[in-house]
T-cell receptor
Framework: DAGVIQSPRHEVTEMGQEVTLRCKPI?????LFWYRQTMMRGLELLIY????????DSGMPEDRFSAKMPNASFSTLKIQPSEPRDSAVYFC?????????????FGSGTRLTVV | DAKTTQPPSMDCAEGRAANLPCNHS???????VYWYRQIHSQGPQYIIH???NNETNEMASLIITEDRKSSTLILPHATLRDTAVYYC????????????FGEGTQLTVNP
């Protein structure tokens, strides 16, 4: 099992550019989560998918952020246009189910720097 | 989900047991106690979780008090690689509940 795979590991972009982060969940997991981590705010849940359907996007900071899950093995988080305050580490996690008895497995994260 | 309280930092000598406390006095009957850790620059790593009974796995033991208002994560023989931020999380028992991370405890294992 390769675990949750995120790409790229590092991304440096200029303000105003579009950024796309990618995630491949563990095969068979039907819940997927995007988190953002900064020094100021810690780990924040951005959006949660269950069976490829967005269930809760209340953590998405603003309309510049969007997330999709076109199939069970792939999800993207897009920022357009990017701003320096979007600089953070973005983690993707997957879970076998939405029930509380299932833990999450996290990927290694994408470190985004917007200059 | 119930709020948790953890000490901001702790130290432990290598080879000794590390006991990390967590208070969750407002926990409800169907809420689970989860422990995760995050080693610098890595994604959070699942350690253990429990509902009422004490739990043990290859990484750690989880001791939950009888009234469930507090718990302790025990790393029986801490190594330098256990230096990390440890998060205690109470997660609702309903389907769709989320893992919400607080500030955690920075555990430093010293040689």
């Amino acid at each position: 099992d390769a675990g949750v795979i995120q790409s790229p590991r590092h991304e440096v972009t200029e303000m105003g550019q579009e950024v796309t982060l990618r995630c491949k969940p563990i095969s068979g997991h039907n819940s997927l989560f995007w988190y953002r981590q900064t020094m100021m705010r810690g780990l924040e849940l951005l959006i949660y998918f269950n069976n490829n359907v967005p269930i809760d996007d209340s953590g998405m900071p603003e309309d510049r952020f969007s997330a999709k899950m076109p199939n069970a093995s792939f999800s993207t988080l897009k920022i357009q246009p990017s701003e320096p305050r979007d600089s953070a580490v973005y983690f993707c996690a997957s879970s076998l189910g939405g029930e509380a008895n299932y833990g999450y497995t996290f990927g290694s994260g994408t470190r985004l720097t917007v200059v | 989900d119930a709020k948790t309280t953890q000490p901001p930092s702790m130290d432990c000598a290598e080879g000794r047991a590390a006991n990390l406390p967590c208070n969750h006095s407002t926990i409800s009957g169907n809420e689970y106690v989860y422990w995760y850790r995050q080693i610098h620059s890595q994604g959070p790593q699942y350690i253990i979780h429990g509902l009422k009974n004490n739990e043990t796995n290859e990484m750690a033991s989880l001791i939950i008090t009888e009234d469930r208002k507090s718990s302790t994560l025990i790393l029986p023989h801490a190594t330098l690689r256990d230096t990390a931020v440890y998060y205690c999380i109470v997660r609702g028992g309903t389907s769709g509940s989320r893992l919400t991370f607080g500030e955690g405890t920075q555990l430093t294992v010293n040689p």
